[in-house]
C-alpha cells in the first residue's frame, strides 16, 4: 500500500505519529536528495515502497521532511542518502547504504543484521537495521512522580541490565532473564540493600557486534541510537514492547522511592574510523556529525572508540538535548551519567574550551532541571577536568577519580597516602575549591564497571584480560590492587579473612565519607570477574551476577546495608557544606577563646589525640565529627598498618560515654552492632587491629539517632582543611 504523500514540516524532528499519519524530519545540509523507505515488518529483505524527497518539494533550511497520510505506530522506516563520495574533503555519501534515523524512538532489524555488510561495499538493505515509528503519548504512569532524592541523601548502585538477572540462579522467569522486566522483579533487593538510585549502563540503543571476533559488546559503550531502548533488555521483542516496558521499571522503581539513572555515551557512536559501518550518522552528514583533522579529514579520536561526537555543533548539540529531554519527559528517568564527558567540551579543532556550550545549555535547560547530571570528567585523550568541569557550574556533580584512587592506597598500606585520604574523607575541598560547591556533588567510588570489582581488588596483583583477546594489553596497569599474599581464588582461610576485612574496610571510607557514594554491582556479596578488569566484550558468566553470592556472603551483604542504614541515620551526610576542621591550636596558643560552634565540625587525630600524622611513612589516621544541631559525636580510626596500633581516645562529652559501632577486625560477623545493644568502650584508649577499621559513638548520639526523619540542611560551602597549617 502505497499512502498519499504531502511536503511535510521540519519540525518536530524524527517520526511524529498525529490522528492523520506520520510526519518524517531529518537533517542533511550536504545531501542532493533522501529517499524514505518503508518495510511490512523488520525482517523484511526490501521495502515495500519509496518515496524520493527532492529539494523543491521537501527540504526548508537544511531539513527534509514528508508526511504520510494514514500510516501507523509501528511503522518500520529507514532512510538512503544520495550525494558525493570523497573521503578526502570529509563526504561520505554511500546511496546503497540504509540509515537509521538519529531522531528513532525505535530500533529493529536485530535478527537479520549485519555489521559487515554495513562495512564493506554494496547495497546492505536486507541485513540493515531500521527505524520504527513509535506511539510516545499513551502510556498511562498512573499519576507516579519521580522521589527527587537530594544528593545528601542518596547512595547511587552502579548495575548493568542485562548482566543483574541474566543469570539461570537469578530467579527470574526465563523470559525475563537479562531484561528490565526483571530487574523489577531485584527492586525489593536493591531496597533491602538500601540504594536509592540505581545508575543503569548504557540503555540507549547499541551495537554488541562492535566488539573482537567472536564477543560481543557487553557493556553498551557503542550507541547507534540515542532515543531508543536497547530491544535485547526487553522480554518483549518489539520496538514499542522495549519503550514500554524500560518505562513500566522507571514507574516501578518511583513507586518504591528509589530513581533511574542513565549513563549515557554521546562523545562517540559506534560507526567508529573510516573502517567502521555507515549506518546513520557517517552517510547522512560526517561533516556535521563528526570532529575531523582539518587537513586531511580523517576522524579524530579523543573518545578511544574510532571518532568523536562533534557536540560543539548546534545540530549535534541539539540532538543530545533533544535526546535528554526525551528520557526525562517522556521516560521520566531522574538523571544522567555523562561517559568521557570532557570530549563533549572540546571545540571544532578538539581543543578543550573553558564555556562549551553544549554542556552550559544542558545545565541551563528548564526541562532538565530536576535531573541529575554526573560527569565522567576525563577523556581518554588526556583531559582530566575533575574539579572543574564545566567552569563555575553548579549542576554537574562528578565521579572522583582520585578518591577510588586515594582509598585504594591507602588500604593496601602505600606510604604518602595520609593525607589524600583526609582530603577525599571530606568532601576533597582540595579538588572542589570554589566557594558555592556542594561536597555532595562530588560522587565517591572505589570499583565501578571499569576496573576491578571489590573482591578482585584484594584478590589480584595483575589483570587477567586474556580472555578478551588482546594478549592481556586492554585494560588499565594501574589499580592500586593487593591480592593479600595470594593471586586469586584460595583456600587459605587466613587470607580469604584478611581481603573480606580489607573489602570492608574500602566500603567503610566509602559510607562514611562527605560526598555521594556509588556502589559497584555485586561488591556486597564478593562478586568477580576473575581478575578481568575491562570485560566490556565478556557478555557471558564471567561478568553476570551470580545471585548464589547473596547467600554465601551474607554477612558481608549485611554488613554493606548496615552501612548504608548506619549513614542515612547520621545527620553528618545530610549537610550540603564541607565539614568544619575544628583543630584550632594557633587560637590556642594565643589564649583566644574559641567561637561558639554553630556548625558540623571535623577534627583530626592519629594515635595520640590532636595530633594526626600526615608523614610519609603514616599508615593511620583518626577523626572526630560533631553536630551541634543533632547532637551527634563519633569518632573513627583506620589503620592501614600490618600490625594493630593503639590509639588514644579524645574524651566525649562530659559524663558520656564510647560505644563501638563499627569494627571490620571482628571476624564473628558482628562487624556492625546494633544501635540498641551498643557495647561501652572501657578505659581511655582502644586497640584497633592491623587493617582494620572501627567507628565509636557517643551516648548522646545514640538518643539523637531515633530520630526517623532527616531534613538537609544547606549552609554556606567553607574551604575545609588547610594541610600547611597542620603538618
Not at 578538539?350 to 560527569?375: F, N
Not at 584512587?405 to 589524600?420: A, C, E, H, L, P
Not at 555521594?516 to 562478586?527: A, F, H, K, W, Y
Request: with cysteine.
Amino acid at each position: 500500500m502505497r499512502h498519499k504523500d504531502y511536503p511535510g514540516k521540519s519540525n518536530p524532528l524524527g517520526a511524529t505519529l498525529n490522528a492523520d499519519g506520520v510526519n518524517f524530519a531529518i537533517y542533511s545540509k550536504r545531501a542532493e536528495y533522501l529517499e524514505l523507505l518503508l518495510f511490512e515488518s523488520e525482517d523484511s529483505p526490501a521495502p515495500f515502497t519509496t518515496y524520493k524527497l527532492t529539494p523543491e518539494r521537501n527540504k526548508t533550511s537544511n531539513y527534509w521532511h514528508i508526511f504520510l497520510e494514514g500510516l501507523k505506530a509501528d511503522q518500520v522506516y529507514a532512510w538512503r542518502a544520495h550525494g558525493d563520495y570523497d573521503p578526502s574533503n570529509g563526504l561520505r555519501f554511500d546511496s546503497n547504504k540504509v540509515l537509521l534515523d538519529p531522531y528513532g524512538r525505535g530500533i529493529s532489524g536485530w535478527n537479520r543484521y549485519s555489521r559487515q555488510s554495513a562495512i564493506i561495499e554494496g547495497d546492505n538493505c536486507a541485513t540493515s537495521l531500521r527505524s520504527v515509528v513509535i506511539d510516545c503519548d499513551s502510556y498511562d504512569w498512573q499519576q507516579v512522580k519521580s522521589p527527587s532524592i537530594p544528593y545528601s541523601s542518596t547512595v547511587i548502585y552502579e548495575l548493568h541490565v542485562g548482566g543483574f538477572t541474566r543469570n539461570t540462579n537469578s530467579g527470574v522467569s526465563s523470559e525475563k532473564q537479562g531484561t528490565y522486566a526483571g530487574l523489577i522483579e531485584k527492586i525489593p533487593y536493591l531496597k533491602d540493600l538500601g540504594v536509592t538510585t540505581i545508575e543503569l549502563m548504557p540503555v540507549q540503543s547499541f551495537d554488541k557486534d562492535d566488539a573482537p571476533e567472536r564477543l560481543t559488546n557487553y557493556w553498551g559503550y557503542s550507541p547507534v541510537g540515542f532515543f531508543a531502548p536497547h530491544m535485547e533488555y526487553s522480554s518483549q521483542k518489539t520496538a514499542a514492547g522495549a519503550v514500554n516496558e524500560f518505562r513500566d521499571l522507571v514507574k516501578a522503581c518511583h513507586i518504591n522511592g528509589m530513581e533511574v539513572i542513565l549513563d549515557v555515551v554521546f562523545n562517540h557512536t559506534t560507526e567508529n574510523d573510516e573502517t567502521g559501518p555507515t549506518l546513520s550518522f557517517r552517510g547522512l552528514d560526517n561533516l556535521t556529525y563528526y570532529t575531523l583533522d582539518e587537513n586531511d579529514y580523517s576522524y579524530k579520536n579523543f573518545s578511544g572508540c574510532g571518532n568523536s561526537l562533534r557536540a560543539e555543533h548546534p545540530i549535534v548539540g541539539r540532538l543530545i538535548l533533544d535526546a535528554l529531554r526525551f528520557w526525562v519527559a517522556d521516560m521520566h528517568v531522574d538523571g544522567f551519567r555523562f561517559d568521557l564527558a570532557s570530549v563533549l567540551s572540546r571545540d571544532i579543532f578538539g581543543k578543550p574550551t573553558d564555556r562549551p556550550p553544549l554542556l552550559w545549555a544542558i545545565e541551563s535547560d528548564p526541562v532538565l532541571a530536576s535531573a541529575k547530571l554526573i560527569a565522567e570528567a576525563w577523556d581518554p585523550a588526556g583531559l582530566y577536568q575533575v574539579g572543574w568541569f564545566v567552569t563555575r557550574g553548579n549542576r554537574f556533580a562528578e565521579w572522583n577519580g582520585p578518591f577510588r584512587d586515594d582509598v585504594r592506597k591507602f588500604v593496601r598500606g602505600d606510604n604518602d597516602s595520609v593525607i589524600s585520604l583526609a582530603n577525599r574523607i571530606t568532601g576533597s575541598s582540595d579538588i572542589y575549591s570554589h566557594s558555592e560547591r556542594d561536597p555532595n556533588r562530588s560522587v565517591q567510588f572505589v570499583t565501578c564497571h571499569d576496573g576491578f570489582t571489590l573482591n578482585d581488588l584484594v584478590s589480584y596483583n595483575q589483570k587477567h584480560n586474556e580472555a578478551n583477546q588482546e594478549n592481556n594489553r586492554d585494560g588499565a596497569n594501574d589499580n592500586y590492587s593487593w591480592n593479600c599474599g595470594c593471586e586469586g581464588v584460595t583456600d587459605d582461610k587466613e587470607i580469604e579473612k584478611l581481603r573480606v576485612r580489607q573489602i570492608k574496610n574500602m566500603l567503610s571510607i566509602l559510607l562514611l565519607s562527605q560526598g555521594t557514594p556509588m556502589l559497584s554491582m555485586g561488591d556486597e556479596v564478593r562478586r568477580t570477574l576473575g581478575g578481568n578488569n575491562n570485560s566490556y566484550c565478556q557478555n557471558n558468566e564471567t561478568s553476570w551476577f551470580d545471585w548464589s553470592l547473596v547467600s554465601k556472603n551474607s554477612s558481608l551483604f549485611n554488613f554493606t546495608k548496615s552501612l548504608i542504614k548506619l549513614r542515612r541515620r547520621l545527620s553528618f551526610y545530610d549537610l550540603e557544606y564541607v565539614l568544619e576542621e575544628s583543630n584550632n591550636s594557633q587560637a590556642a596558643h594565643a589564649g583566644i577563646a574559641p567561637a561558639p560552634i554553630e556548625r558540623a565540625t571535623v577534627r583530626w587525630h592519629g594515635i595520640t589525640p590532636e595530633q594526626p600524622d600526615f608523614s610519609a611513612d603514616s599508615h593511620s589516621l583518626a577523626f572526630e565529627m560533631k553536630d551541634p544541631h543533632s547532637g551527634e559525636h563519633v569518632y573513627c580510626a583506620f589503620n592501614s598498618y600490618w600490625q594493630p596500633l593503639t590509639f588514644i581516645l579524645p574524651k566525649p562529652t562530659c559524663g558520656e560515654l564510647w560505644h563501638k559501632i563499627i569494627d571490620t577486625s571482628d571476624c564473628r560477623g558482628d562487624d556492625i552492632v546494633d544501635w540498641q545493644a551498643l557495647p561501652a568502650v572501657p578505659g581511655e584508649n582502644i586497640k584497633v587491629d592491623s587493617r582494620s577499621t572501627i567507628l565509636l559513638i557517643n551516648t548522646s548520639a545514640l538518643s539523637a539517632s531515633q530520630k526517623t526523619a532527616r531534613v538537609s540542611r544547606a549552609m554556606p560551602y567553607k574551604r575545609g582543611i588547610t594541610w600547611t597549617e597542620m603538618k
